[in-house]
């Protein structure tokens, strides 16, 4: 670091120490005092600022109490003009010497940018025409020991932003609206699935095995058992098991854990939500899956059809169009896996656009490696992609018209998966083969690979009805809504990387 910067960083930390030592001091003083801020246990409300501001002509001249966060101070001798922030706006306080008296007046003049105070004034209309509060009582109700960022440039640092969020959410207002918009998103999709008489559930987070998906697992260990256990990587085995036991429309809204890397489209620990209906397949699904994101998008953006995300303008309107991924690797490479046969037909053909293979490639590992390298960033408009190999897909229903196929899509928009769906595996023998590949995979070194699960073998053992199956990622599906380019946006408390002292 150049010494002038490494000058400024140690002015900047000594000014910090002196404003943090300044702020005790005043505390100290408070407390001294008897009139210790932290031992006030509650504040009634009358009033808040956004219902103010839109109902001022019946509020106008009405006695309020209000509490917020003093967010600005402007000293005007005898009188003060100060904006508090509440949960629903910022609003300008009046403050006067003559209303609270010297002494009080003179404790007000001492409180510090980031305190929470409670008022009670009237609701009045400056000369200037800002909506007001003239203040006849102020109360200290709380502390603020360290300074909020400068108000011009606020908090911009996102490793900042994300690690301090609580912070984030006071000085930048749209971030909670972000969070605002999450919250009606989830409530639209669970709204639209109990009208169609859905049940609810909650299944274990932690697990004996890992399964459900193909995903490298958390791994912790329960002391009283004595075991090693799994944070689950998908909820859909407990829900299918649910299926057989007869609830037979059923969904989950949860996290999931996934030891994985993390960029602006990974999260280790996301939010998804895994629906099941029996006597319906993956193309009821399909169905399911766009009235899920209709409403949701309706809900937070009105009638809209066409969203902007990033740069794309996108068209939600449904149906979404339809695309097998062997059409889709035809349409974007020009490879038609329909006339290769073979499994070293397949790599030769991948090598030709320089899809990287392996030694123990078959033609369906080779047809993914090429839609996922190749293909899978260039869908920008609302596709579903169906007909997944079934090395792919292991608890996916094969298609009676090419068993190398499963009955499966996925859901993609602007260049990621939203949704994956399968018409689900009900034929318990198939399944203990599935799962006894990926056993074979996993003593062969691949640590995402699934467990035999015996249990639930044992449920389809009992006979689960045919079934549809559908997860979305409700973190994408926000991100997709808000027009948000990293899913830390959309996250209030990311996963971050500790800071090395």
Not at 146 to 174: A, C, M, S, T
Not at 335 to 354: P, R, V
Request: proline share 4%; with cysteine.
């Amino acid at each position: 670091m150049p010494e002038e910067t490494n000058n400024i960083a140690e002015e900047h930390t000594e000014e910090l120490s002196e404003i943090l030592q300044i702020r005790r001091d005043k505390l100290n003083r408070l407390k001294a005092e008897g009139r210790d801020p932290f031992l006030n246990t509650k504040f009634t409300r009358t009033a808040y600022a956004g219902h103010i501001k839109k109902n001022f002509d019946e509020m106008e001249n009405k006695t309020v109490s209000m509490a917020g966060r003093i967010m600005s101070k402007r000293d005007m001798g005898r009188a003060f003009f100060c904006d508090i922030l509440d949960p629903t706006d910022r609003i300008q306080l009046y403050i006067k010497v003559d209303d609270l008296g010297a002494e009080d007046f003179g404790e007000f003049k001492k409180y510090d940018i980031g305190d929470i105070i409670g008022i009670t004034g009237l609701v009045f209309r400056t000369r200037r025409g800002e909506i007001s509060v003239h203040c006849k009582e102020v109360t200290l109700l709380s502390k603020s020991l360290r300074p909020l960022p400068e108000k011009f440039h606020g908090l911009r640092d996102n490793e900042l932003r994300f690690r301090q969020r609580y912070l984030d959410l006071i000085v930048n207002p749209e971030v909670r609206q972000i969070f605002e918009t999450r919250t009606a998103i989830i409530k639209a999709i669970r709204s639209y699935l109990d009208e169609l008489d859905y049940l609810e559930v909650e299944t274990p987070v932690l697990n004996t095995i890992s399964g459900g998906a193909t995903a490298r697992p958390f791994i912790t260990h329960h002391n009283a058992l004595n075991i090693d256990m799994y944070m689950r990587i998908a909820t859909e085995l407990h829900l299918k098991r649910l299926v057989v036991g007869g609830i037979e429309r059923v969904y989950e809204i949860g996290r999931i854990f996934r030891n994985e890397g993390m960029d602006t489209k990974h999260n280790p620990e996301f939010t998804s939500i895994e629906f099941y209906e029996a006597y319906a397949d993956y193309n009821d699904m399909m169905d399911r899956t766009e009235g899920i994101i209709s409403r949701a998008a309706k809900t937070v953006l009105g009638d809209a059809s066409i969203i902007n995300y990033q740069g794309h303008k996108i068209d939600i309107s449904t149906p979404y169009e339809r695309l097998t991924m062997i059409d889709a690797v035809k349409k974007y490479t020009g490879l038609d896996f329909n006339s290769i046969t073979s499994d070293e037909e397949a790599k030769k053909a991948a090598k030709s656009i320089g899809v990287e293979i392996s030694t123990g490639d078959t033609w369906g590992n080779v047809l993914f490696k090429c839609f996922d390298e190749k293909v899978e960033d260039k869908l920008i408009q609302p596709v579903f992609i169906t007909m997944h190999p079934v090395e792919v897909s292991p608890l996916a229903k094969r298609s009676p018209e090419d068993p190398r196929l499963t009955e499966r899509f996925e859901l993609f928009i602007a260049g990621r998966e939203i949704g994956n769906a399968f018409s689900e595996l009900n034929d318990p023998i198939d399944q203990k083969e599935r799962f006894l590949h990926q056993m074979a995979l996993r003593a062969a070194g691949d640590e995402e690979a699934g467990m035999m699960d015996e249990d639930f073998i044992n449920a389809l053992e009992y006979a689960m009805p045919p079934t549809g199956g559908c997860g979305l990622g409700i973190d994408r599906l926000v991100m997709l809504l808000t027009d948000c380019a990293s899913i830390r946006e959309v996250i209030l408390f990311p996963t971050m990387k500790p800071i090395e002292n």
